[in-house]
Antibody, heavy 123, light 106 residues
Framework: EVQLVESGGGLVQPGGSLKLSCVGS????????MHWVRQASGKGLEWVGR??????????AYDASVRGRFTISRDDSKNTVYLQMNSLKTEDTAVYYC??????????????WGQGTTVIVSS | DIQMTQSPSSLSASVGDRVSITCRAS??????LAWFQQKAGKAPKLLLY???RLQSGVPSRFSGSGSGTDFTLTISNLQPEDSATYYC?????????FGQGTKVEI
């Protein structure tokens, strides 16, 4: 069974940093595009960004709300994707999900989601 | 950015009913649209992708249609376990964007 497990969430002060990890079972991450999506309590889903696979040169893209503050990276040898979050703001408080997606077509499904890790930005 | 507008924001229906949720994209996205179901405290679950393709393991009472800018999720023979919030999502271009969600109460 495919599994994605996020970790690294916690309480951080505004302006601080946090690094989230997402570990996949088997080789689920290798060859896939990996996305991060967040959800503030009681709110909808918000895309954070993605990193593509090696064939697509590990290209990254970010939502405007996090661009320049967040960085997505990956280590396929460890089946792990990371979300480095700097200059955190209170509005970054949310549950963060990592999602796996095939990296071929615009219609490829976001088929496997982690259980989420909670980030709270507060003084 | 492509804006996704879902309607209604909430609905109430009875077991056995047929309900529909619509999603409109601010520009054409071909069939790059997915539907997710989310229950309280859980990660979203993929129901359909490519507008109408049913994800493996999802009951056939869920169906999707549409292309371009207008899409519909239909749940036939509504069941108690279908009580959840449903989101549409476009993946035609980045940033990937979601609709605001539709809460379905049984």
């Amino acid at each position: 069974e495919v599994q994605l497990v996020e970790s690294g969430g916690g309480l951080v002060q505004p302006g601080g940093s946090l690094k989230l990890s997402c570990v996949g079972s088997g080789s689920v991450i290798s060859g896939s595009a990996m996305h991060w999506v967040r959800q503030a309590s009681g709110k909808g889903l918000e895309w954070v960004g993605r990193i593509r696979n090696s064939v697509n040169n590990y290209a990254t893209a970010y939502d405007a709300s996090v661009r320049g503050r967040f960085t997505i990276s990956r280590d396929d040898s460890k089946n792990t994707v990371y979300l480095q979050m700097n200059s955190l703001k209170t509005e970054d408080t949310a549950v963060y999900y990592c999602i796996r997606r095939s990296d071929y077509h615009a219609t490829d499904p976001f088929d496997f989601w982690g259980q989420g890790t909670t980030v709270i930005v507060s003084s | 950015d492509i804006q996704m507008t879902q309607s209604p924001s909430s609905l109430s229906a009875s077991v056995g009913d047929r309900v529909s949720i619509t999603c409109r994209a601010s520009q054409g996205i071909s069939e790059s649209l997915a539907w997710f179901q989310q229950k309280a405290g859980k990660a979203p679950k993929l129901l359909l992708y490519a507008a109408s393709r049913l994800q493996s393991g999802v009951p056939s009472r869920f169906s999707g249609s549409g292309s371009g800018t207008d899409f519909t999720l239909t749940i036939s023979n509504l069941q108690p376990e279908d009580s959840a919030t449903y989101y549409c999502q476009q993946s035609d271009s980045v940033p990937v964007t979601f609709g605001q969600g539709t809460k379905v109460e049984i």
